[in-house]
């Protein structure tokens, strides 16, 4: 028993040596060509802005006069289906179980096989865990208020680091983990790309209708979550694991034999 925890615990860690030793392809960059990048991060602040100016006024004058507290609502009974748990104990448990499986003799085909489902189970928990951390950092870093704490002196209300729930609606955890799976969705298995974006949608509508969050607060999310983790694909993609780069510069699933 001890030396299969042993061996175990050799396994889990030696793929994290693998990640971290992996030599980085100096072909593409980290960031898409800049004449790309900072136009499309420049259009995605200026929707932000246009929301918080246009739409979340409007969204206010709407949740003055309707109900948001109905538990018994659609919304109320699907808007948790994007907290991170549903996500991070599957593939938390995935990864546990699929280097147990590990301890048993394997060839070389299947040990690269491995080594691919681990390392997909593995994006998906990582990329789900960071998007979050960065939206609770955005979160306590802005502190605004919720709409239901709303006293209706302006907008934007903010406590910065006050770590109060009320304080923490910029921008929405629940968009990003919504925002996280569609791109996941999206690089995994893009023909399936719009089921994630519906989740994601449907996911963002359920927090106003909950009241839980501005228009702008949920779009701020979707993107943290999509942008984060096509960005994170693409630090895979340099180290030439799991993902790797079009003719075009994009992004595609890499196949478990290993062809670039």
Do not use: C
Request: positive net charge; charged residues 15%.
């Amino acid at each position: 028993m001890d030396s299969a925890i042993k061996t175990w615990g050799q396994n889990f860690t030696g793929f994290f040596k693998l990640i971290s030793e992996r030599k980085i392809a100096e072909t593409h960059s980290l960031l898409p060509k800049m004449a790309v990048f900072f136009p499309t991060i420049s259009l995605f602040i200026v929707v932000i802005v246009a929301t918080y100016f246009m739409l979340d006024p409007l969204y206010m004058d709407w949740f003055k006069v309707n109900d948001t507290d109905n538990p018994d609502s659609i919304f109320s009974k699907t808007t948790d289906l994007a907290q991170v748990h549903w996500f991070l104990v599957p593939t938390g448990l995935s990864l546990i179980l699929i280097s147990i499986w590990k301890l048993r003799p394997v060839d070389k085909s299947d040990l690269l096989k491995w080594h691919h489902r681990f390392m997909g189970v593995y994006f998906i928990f990582t990329a789900i865990v960071f998007s979050g951390l960065l939206t609770l950092l955005f979160k306590n870093l802005f502190g605004r208020v919720r709409p239901n704490y709303y006293d209706g002196s302006n907008l934007w209300q903010s406590v910065p680091f006050g770590g109060e729930y009320a304080f923490l609606s910029f921008p929405s955890g629940h968009a990003t983990t919504a925002g996280a799976v569609a791109m996941i969705v999206f690089l995994f298995a893009p023909r399936f790309g719009l089921f994630g974006i519906l989740f994601a949608v449907w996911i963002a509508v359920s927090r106003l209708f909950v009241g839980a969050h501005y228009p702008s607060d949920v779009v701020a999310g979707l993107m943290v979550g999509a942008v984060f983790t096509w960005m994170y694909a693409r630090s895979f993609a340099r180290k030439r694991m799991l993902f790797k780069f079009t003719d075009k510069g994009g992004l595609a699933f890499r196949k478990p034999n290993g062809s670039r």
